[in-house]
């Protein structure tokens, strides 16, 4: 090949997480007891915590497999790569939004899957699918397990069971120094191909909000952007080939670095969300490790100053690699998550030094590069943003930020048991729309709250920027409302989705559509690009075994 | 929409390219005679010119539409948007690929379309799409009618006839300062475009070698590549939004600069080449018009060490706005066209005084943005060129090149008098394997030209450099067979193919597939692939009437 490759395959620990939450038994608690009364006083929390049930008490019903399905499959895949006990199916009958924790954190999963299976090869997954196929099993496919839009529900639809594709062993790893990619099986953690990277003095530059579990083909599957995609690019700029293994054939997308033959079908397998079949393996471009990073935090007087200064970063540069922008609401609600201490304390520190008394809108801009590049990018970056009347908070706020930049999923399970409705939701907008756009998001989500009888506090912030526009993403509090948890949290997501489609944005910028979205996946792409998917489903999928009730409704 | 929009109707003349040739009646010679005379010598031509015959000696068979049809399409389009004039059909008949070159001059077309429409707007062409699926009328959609591969060949394949869809008329713009989009009709040449945003102080950043005829459809169509891609992106990655009109159904990407939202089926509409439908609009991104530029020359020693400046630059920055390296073999072949003056003179000049008797290969670095970064940028990549070995030949090369940059077509039309075969081809391939791929493909080149009996001289370049790879450009020249020009030509074009996808490259960096790629384009996607395009193609185009025999052999 002309080029060094080294061989490396992962030995990566695939350690589960709390079957009830986020993060490994024993993660410590992020939120101190002041800022859990200023949550609970500001949205009328009364106080008595709700701990998740013993797993012995989680209610699954028994496998409804077949013998003859599971001696097939043992066949395929072998003995111990099928797994038929209950804590293994507990462990993967969900994602992790905010029903799902809702749900298992009760002890009432809406469904498991009858099976886990954990392939040791493609060849492995070719014939686990051949016997889904003959024995009419819907197939989960399950990466990291962090779908946040219910995309790991295990919905049998009419099949006769539902399996769990863990993916977890198709992990290999082949590096080409030389054009900077990397071929890995679909399975491998994010973070476990980072740490193989940095030996090479390479990085892939993807971190999102659940990097820690998250996988090279759930990324691929569900347009994964991470907090460094601004620099870095979103994880479909990232790929350059892939592999679909689906019941009725396969797709193979070259690994070259750009292409004129015809259609592009890897921007119709990314995203496809395990609903036209398995990814199995990827070829992603890489980028050098930054030999420098600066990292640092600003204060604008108003939402509509951050963002000028992020437009004009976006389109005349320098480029940041991190941008982010909290409006008013946000900055506000993350000074009362970090009262008192905890994770996101040293930023709001120096924010309430800064602070004048009027409003104000945090935000945090980060560089890497070389030494010099990022020396220069951030000196002219300050200086736009002083320019838009930003008060500079320094490092000190930026490296607060790295320091908590995973942590949001872990405050989300001290909130629940604390009895509170806490979620989140983004789009995508034009810079012309951008700011209608969170204006009607943000009053749509609180209004609907209001409605339910149980005014919440809900925040916004910029988390992506592109040439044209920017990323917009959602999060609110409420007070939960017990045996109506599920029509409290509809209500707030039809008029957010409602009101999203409403004002020119998408219905999902990083997210994906899972079985939360698909209800509006028709206004965004119109009928006849349901048709267009249904048609590919159909020649792939042509029994509808893949990933049933997630990213097309209308079934075939 | 809170942005700034101004409405602008493009008044842009459309004026057509002669029938036989590129550029308008009158376009001068620009090549001298010392040039054919070296090039005659070089490749065996016998010194007796071969101009193309008067137009009314082209031979062109009565359109067989209906009165019927034709009716019906006055009905639809209007009375003068219907032609059936000999001269129009003539201008529609073919794109500008070699064998479209060598059949026109001769007099001898395949055919030509039956009519020629020319809609007026989006409403225009979905009424006369539909009167074709009434007829049964095969559709051509044609922009700028500059296809090198066989894109706009006015093949009935079974229908009752063929129109030429003509999109001059659909070219409407609609600018968004605020997003830096503009929106705008398929019909508007890129020329054109970059006229209306020079007042804006705005570039699309587009320069194909077919620039000066080029439409946004048809860019989108065949996924363009400019020569300036390296720095402001392929065709494809300006797409934010477009609109397909197909004869069952059409497609709308919403224009937001991302989304999460499922498979991206704008991928699947740009690079469709007319095969799914039409594409009537589109939402592109844009960039700041550049303040300063800098291009510059300089030899390298070999290829080797060229392609190791140009990966570094890719990979580490500084990012070259056009990053161009000839071979030894292409560099020879530039003196000798540059010989005694002409229009590739002063970049030879300044080659041949910096020569030191071996061989050398040119190379062309530029750079476009602010003034201090195009002043960085220069000096740092000027720094890693040096470092490889590189003697730089300053601005003046640069200058040369600029002026030169549109100008091959017009020297293969006077090629082309001199009895010579004239053809190009291209791919991309991954860094590791992009000098064995070149050595591949130059080698099956040369060796079909010598086994045709007519040896010849080829060269290569690099045109367009990527974080992963970089795309390959080969040209190629030798004396023409008359009577035997599709087999002369058919043989190089199956070697150098063969040779492509044996060596890891993909069939068209940004010529597209047409028809004379189509052959290899399972090879390239898979049985499977083929399948997935069929699958959408029998939802859209269920008759089979757009671009039949373009990119897709096995038709349904």
């Given at each position: 090949m002309g080029s060094k490759r080294s061989q490396a395959e992962s030995s990566v620990q695939h350690t589960p997480m709390r079957w009830w939450g986020w993060g490994r038994e024993g993660a410590l608690p992020a939120l101190s007891a002041a800022a859990l009364g200023g949550?609970?006083?500001?949205?009328?929390?009364?106080?008595?915590?709700?701990?998740?049930?013993a797993l012995e008490h989680v209610v699954v019903a028994p496998p409804r497999i077949g013998d003859a399905a599971v001696a097939a499959l043992r066949r395929a895949?072998?003995?111990?790569?099928?797994?038929?006990?209950?804590?293994?199916?507990?462990?993967h009958a969900a994602g992790k939004g905010y029903l799902d924790l809702v749900r298992m954190r009760a002890g009432t999963p809406e469904g498991a899957p009858d099976a886990v299976l954990l392939p040791r090869d493609e060849n492995g997954l070719r014939a686990a699918l051949a016997v889904c196929a003959r024995h009419d099993l819907a197939v989960v496919p399950f990466g990291g397990g962090t779908s946040v839009v219910g995309g790991l529900a295990p919905l049998p639809e009419g099949h006769a069971a539902v399996v769990s594709l863990d993916l977890a062993r198709l992990a290999a790893i082949r590096l080409d120094t030389e054009s900077r990619t990397v071929s890995a099986g679909a399975g491998l953690r994010v973070a476990a191909l980072e740490r193989e990277l940095a030996h090479a003095g390479l990085t892939l530059g993807h971190f999102p909000q659940s990097y820690e579990y998250v996988t090279l083909g759930g990324c691929a599957a569900t347009r994964s952007a991470g907090q460094a995609s601004s620099g870095y690019g979103r994880f479909e700029e990232m790929v350059i080939g892939m592999q679909l293994i689906a019941p009725a054939g396969e797709l193979s997308a070259v690994g070259v670095p750009a292409s004129a033959a015809g259609p592009n079908l890897r921007e119709v397998i990314?995203?496809?969300?395990?609903?036209?079949?398995?990814?199995?393996?990827?070829?992603?471009?890489?980028?050098?490790a930054p030999a420098s990073s600066r990292y640092e935090g600003f204060v604008f007087e108003d939402f509509e100053a951050g963002v000028a200064t992020l437009r004009t970063l976006a389109q005349d540069g320098p480029t940041p690699t991190v941008a982010r922008l909290s409006d008013?609401?946000?900055?506000?609600?993350?000074?009362?998550?970090?009262?008192?201490?905890?994770?996101?304390?040293?930023?709001?520190?120096?924010?309430?030094?800064?602070?004048?008394?009027?409003?104000?809108?945090?935000?945090i801009l980060g560089f890497e590069g070389s030494e010099l590049d990022v020396r220069v990018a951030s000196s002219l970056a300050g200086g736009i943003a002083r320019a838009n009347g930003a008060l500079p908070l320094g490092e000190?706020?930026?490296?607060?930020?790295?320091?908590?930049?995973?942590?949001?999923p872990y405050l989300r399970d001290e909130l629940l048991t604390q009895g509170a409705l806490v979620e989140t939701l983004e789009t995508a907008g034009t810079w012309s729309c951008l700011c209608r756009l969170r204006k009607a998001v943000g009053g749509a989500i609180e209004g609907a709250l209001r409605g339910s009888g149980t005014p919440g506090a809900a925040g916004c912030h910029i988390s992506h920027v592109y040439d044209s526009g920017a990323s917009l993403y959602f999060?609110?509090?409420?007070?939960?409302?017990?045996?109506?948890?599920?029509?409290?949290?509809?209500?707030?997501?039809?008029?957010a989705t409602d009101a999203i489609v409403a004002n020119g944005g998408t219905i999902s910028h990083h997210h994906g559509v899972g079985r939360d979205h698909a209800r509006w996946l028709e206004r965004e792409i119109g009928a006849d690009g349901i048709a267009a998917l249904c048609a590919l489903k159909a020649r792939f999928d042509p029994d509808g075994l893949m990933n049933p009730g997630k990213l097309l409704l209308s079934e075939l």
């Open positions: 949550v609970a006083e500001r949205i009328g929390l009364d106080g008595i915590p709700t701990p998740p049930v895949v072998g003995e111990e790569a099928v797994r038929l006990g209950r804590r293994e199916r507990i462990l990314v995203g496809s969300e395990g609903s036209l079949g398995v990814i199995s393996s990827l070829t992603l471009r890489l980028a050098a008013e609401q946000e900055t506000e609600l993350s000074l009362l998550l970090a009262a008192g201490g905890g994770i996101a304390r040293r930023i709001t520190d120096a924010y309430v030094r800064a602070r004048s008394g009027s409003k104000r809108c945090l935000a000190r706020a930026g490296a607060a930020w790295l320091s908590s930049r995973f942590a949001a999060t609110f509090l409420a007070r939960r409302l017990p045996g109506s948890e599920e029509g409290q949290w509809r209500a707030v997501k039809d008029a």
